[in-house]
């Protein structure tokens, strides 16, 4: 018998003993660990088995799972739905004695309680974050009244499943705080008209201290509308990590309403002497720049990882002369931080750019290249190359001796100042 045939025998025969032996599998996407609010321990499933609900015994249609827990001798019917890879929901009976499928499944009501079950491991891939463009300002509310002024500011992160949230405290208002807290986007589905975001916050400034899983997942009934020139998004909250009671995007006990305030961000572009060339490198090829969204952006992309990633927006043009230099105030986003700093471009060669960069972030544009700062010589100036840049002429010809060492760190050359 060749060996093919006896592996085909072997798999029937293995396919023949589960389907008697009762059995019937969970889909495989679902194995590992769900968090679930209120649950003393993470959930484990793996194919046959859900922690503390029981083994699978007869499964219909893809939701509905009759599970037999061994411990008690009893049996509970399950609808389970996927609603994210990330996020299972269920509603389930009561552990009975053995009857048909259908006649212990009927015994759901309507109006049984839907659990939310949010995947940690393996550990989910946070998922772009659906509030576009970012920098919003927004007002919320808490339950005691609406926190409109001063108005708090929702701001992108280079990376766009996390988005920054700035709450102030409204003198008029009641229970309002400032606060800065960090969502991280992991789910969005759609039921209906309406749709659900699954993230986990962090408070910033408390960053030490450890947050359950209780305190961090929460669950969002989003809205957008697009405006004349504006995008719009009311939100609701749900006040635990759960999603339940979440029925509208304007009504809850925790709301908010984002609107994009970007206008200001496209004002600008880089000029073309610039973005004529889409891609600059340091000298040592270990930062990489590049021109892109409309000659608007520049990503400055490091080596050594994407936390070091930097996105600037041009946001306006102080000074420029003769297609050789240009003074600009960008908007720059770093991980989460985010704030103004002044650039200063001076052409050297077609191939050729020398930038000099303000150290600090500014949080009002006006203060990025105000006074004495820009001006610092002491700035240092940063060479950068193009991919590949066409072979010129030396200015020096004939042979000559380096005397002295060489630095032999490949970071130092890049800081070397124009002679
Ligand atoms: C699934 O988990 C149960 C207990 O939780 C265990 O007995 C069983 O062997 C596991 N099955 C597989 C295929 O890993
Ligand atoms: C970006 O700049 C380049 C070079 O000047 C130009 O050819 C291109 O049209 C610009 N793109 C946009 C979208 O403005």
Redesign the pocket.
């Known amino acids: 018998m060749s060996a093919a045939l006896l592996l085909l025998l072997l798999l029937l025969a293995l396919a023949v003993c589960s389907s008697y032996g009762g059995g019937c599998t969970f889909p495989a996407g679902w194995a590992g660990s769900w968090f679930q609010s209120g649950s003393p321990a993470l959930i484990a499933i793996n194919s046959t088995h859900i922690h503390s609900k029981g083994e699978c015994y007869e499964s219909e249609s893809y939701d509905k799972f009759l599970l037999y827990d061994r411990r008690e001798d009893c049996y509970r019917c399950m609808v389970i739905l996927e609603k994210h890879k990330y996020v299972l929901q269920y509603k389930e009976t009561f552990c009975s004695e053995k009857d048909s499928m259908s006649s212990i499944c009927e015994s759901i009501s309507g109006d049984a309680p839907l659990y939310s079950m949010f995947r940690k491991e393996p550990r989910p891939e946070p998922q772009p974050c659906p509030f576009h463009p970012a920098p919003f300002t927004f007002t919320y509310s808490r339950g005691s009244g609406d926190c409109a002024n001063p108005p708090s500011r929702a701001e992108a992160c280079t990376d766009d499943s996390r988005l920054l949230l700035r709450y102030m405290a409204c003198p008029d208002v009641p229970g309002t705080e400032s606060n800065v807290e960090e969502l991280v986007c992991l789910a969005t589905w759609k039921e209906g008209s309406t749709r659900y975001l699954v993230g986990q916050i962090s408070q910033v400034q408390r960053r030490n201290s450890i947050a359950s899983d209780e305190d961090t997942f929460r669950c969002f009934v989003y809205k957008g509308q697009h405006g004349e020139r504006s995008m719009t998004y009311n939100i609701a909250q749900s006040g635990d990590a759960t999603c339940n009671g979440l029925s509208s995007p304007t009504d809850g006990s925790r709301i908010m309403k984002l609107t994009n305030s970007d206008d200001e961000h496209n004002r600008c572009?880089f000029p073309?002497w610039i973005?004529?060339h889409h891609k600059w490198f340091s000298l040592d090829h270990a930062h990489q720049y590049h021109f892109t969204t409309?000659?608007a952006t520049l990503k400055i992309m490091s080596e050594i990882g994407a936390a070091e990633e930097r996105r600037l927006v041009c946001h306006s043009i102080l000074e420029q002369r003769d297609n050789r230099y240009i003074k600009l105030v960008a908007h720059v986003t770093r991980g989460c931080e985010s704030g103004h700093v002044c650039l200063q471009f001076h052409r050297r060669d077609g191939g050729v750019l020398e930038l000099q960069q303000g150290a600090a972030l500014w949080d009002a544009p006006q203060d990025a290249c105000a006074g004495a700062r820009a001006a610092d010589p002491a700035l240092p100036y940063l060479t950068l190359v193009t991919a590949a840049p066409a072979p010129a002429r030396c200015p020096l010809l004939g042979r000559y001796t380096v005397l002295g060492a060489l630095p032999d760190t490949r970071r130092r050359r890049q800081h070397a100042r124009p002679g």
């Open positions: 572009h073309a973005v004529e409309k000659n």
